[in-house]
């Protein structure tokens, strides 16, 4: 039990999180955020309306929430609605606060740079307790798991529709291709620094082959099985080349979350086991990764 309240703690501190992102750093610098908050940005830059924005990333993070109970899970729709609902709240509520100045010649750079770090720990915090952000992360949620493709590389793919028509608009408003441009440069930094930042934070989809050179292969194999009954493992005779001393190579393809208990439990099955593990890409797609919800 406390450990559900402490996940739904983190879950609205995720909102608040974001919340803060967007109305101090990234609206303020009037970058284009990716997927259907890119559209209600635009039209807000475009009409100078905070309250626009906010009224239309309600109507579509409704739209997305009813995706993510169909075609994700209803605990990870039920807990990125606590998000949204965190991000509208402290939007309409946070008071009018400056921490720089958002003019290309001035302070632009920090605003977009600061923004996307604190965007992307959101995502990734919300990510980690099992929810989202709403949004581009929903679809996220379904493709990674689908394609098995890092969350954070599907915003990027959500970023090019929304951004190419916020600067239509913006060309629209102002005439001048020199601040469409400025503005397509400024969001390129904003979609890149929130994007890693998920990235390198929330690592369920990274893939990893972890490598274990062991005398008593049985039981690490019976370690792996126990620790995660979905994984299995490979086995190989090998021969020490400074020993001479028959050995086993035992082999798991596991992701970079789940190497931490991997790690533990092999440790305790055999105190004197060698391992290495590095990055692989291009796995299988039937390959298993538990839900997100």
Request: include cysteine; hydrophobic fraction near 45%; glycine fraction near 8%.
């Given at each position: 039990m406390r450990h559900k309240f402490a996940a739904w703690?983190?879950?609205?501190?995720?909102?608040?999180?974001?919340?803060?992102a967007l109305k101090y750093f990234v609206l303020p610098s009037k970058v284009i955020l990716t997927g259907t908050e890119g559209i209600a940005t635009a039209f807000s830059y475009y009409f100078d309306s905070y309250w626009l924005f906010i009224g239309l990333y309600t109507v579509f993070q409704a739209v997305l929430l009813v995706f993510a109970f169909i075609k994700v899970s209803r605990g990870f729709a039920l807990r990125s609605m606590a998000v949204v609902a965190t991000v509208i709240g402290f939007l309409a509520f946070l008071p009018e606060l400056r921490f720089?100045?958002?003019?290309?010649?001035?302070?632009?750079?920090?605003?977009?740079?600061?923004?996307?770090?604190l965007a992307g720990v959101a995502k990734a915090l919300a990510f980690q307790n099992r929810g989202s952000t709403?949004?581009?992360?929903?679809?996220?949620?379904?493709?990674?798991m689908?394609?098995?493709?890092?969350?954070?590389s599907i915003a990027v793919w959500a970023a090019v529709g929304s951004t190419f028509f916020g600067l239509a608009l913006d060309y629209l408003k102002n005439?001048?291709?020199?601040t469409?441009?400025?503005?397509?440069?400024?969001?390129?930094?904003?979609?890149?620094?929130?994007?890693?930042?998920?990235?390198?934070?929330?690592?369920?989809?990274?893939?990893?082959?972890?490598?274990?050179?062991?005398?008593?292969?049985?039981?690490?194999?019976?370690a792996i099985s126990d620790t995660f009954e979905h994984r299995t493992y490979s086995v190989q005779p090998v021969t020490g080349g400074h020993s001479g001393n028959s050995l086993w190579m035992v082999r798991s393809v596991i992701t970079q979350e789940e190497l931490p208990r991997l790690l533990d439990a092999v440790e305790r099955a055999d105190p004197d086991i060698f391992f290495y593990h590095h990055d692989?890409?291009?796995?299988?797609?039937?390959?298993?990764?538990?839900?997100?919800?």
């Open positions: 703690i983190r879950i609205l501190f995720a909102g608040v999180l974001y919340a803060a720089a100045q958002p003019e290309p010649q001035n302070e632009r750079i920090i605003l977009v740079i600061f923004g996307g770090l709403g949004d581009e992360d929903i679809l996220a949620a379904y493709f990674a689908k394609y098995l493709k890092p969350v954070g005439g001048q291709i020199e469409v441009v400025n503005t397509l440069m400024y969001t390129c930094i904003y979609i890149f620094a929130s994007a890693e930042t998920l990235n390198n934070l929330y690592k369920k989809f990274k893939i990893l082959m972890v490598v274990m050179i062991t005398r008593q292969y049985e039981r690490v194999g019976a692989i890409e291009g796995v299988s797609r039937r390959y298993y990764i538990t839900p997100i919800g």
